[in-house]
Nanobody, 116 residues
Framework: QVQLVESRGGLVQPGGSLRLSCAASGTSISLSRMGWYRQAPGKERELVAHIISTGSTYYAESVKGRFSISSDNAKNTVYLQMNSLKTEDTAVYYC??????????WGQGTQVTVSS
């Protein structure tokens, strides 16, 4: 059974940094596309960034230059480093594993609040 466990988010001041992690079990992230999504109150869930095993990455325009996604295949974990956080980054952040052989799985979500 595939499971994704996200690290706890938190409250950060504008301009601050936070790193999220997502540990996968039950399948290898090297055989998957790993992504981070977020959902703010009253808004639809949106893709923030994703990464595949080749190292190829994608970022939403709103986070380019501020967020960085990375993965550690040995730990079966993906990370999202968030710098220069803005109030509009406040959302519940979700990790997603899209397995190339089939199946899409989600983490439980973690709240990130950017506020002074």
């Amino acid at each position: 059974q595939v499971q994704l466990v996200e690290s706890r988010g938190g409250l950060v001041q504008p301009g601050g940094s936070l790193r999220l992690s997502c540990a996968a079990s039950g399948t290898s992230i090297s055989l998957s596309r790993m992504g981070w999504y977020r959902q703010a109150p009253g808004k639809e869930r949106e893709l923030v960034a994703h990464i595949i095993s080749t190292g190829s990455t994608y970022y939403a325009e709103s986070v380019k230059g501020r967020f960085s996604i990375s993965s550690d295949n040995a730990k079966n974990t993906v990370y999202l480093q968030m710098n220069s956080l803005k109030t509009e980054d406040t959302a519940v952040y979700y990790c997603q594993l899209y397995r190339f052989s089939g199946g899409s799985y989600w983490g439980q979500g973690t709240q990130v609040t950017v506020s002074s």
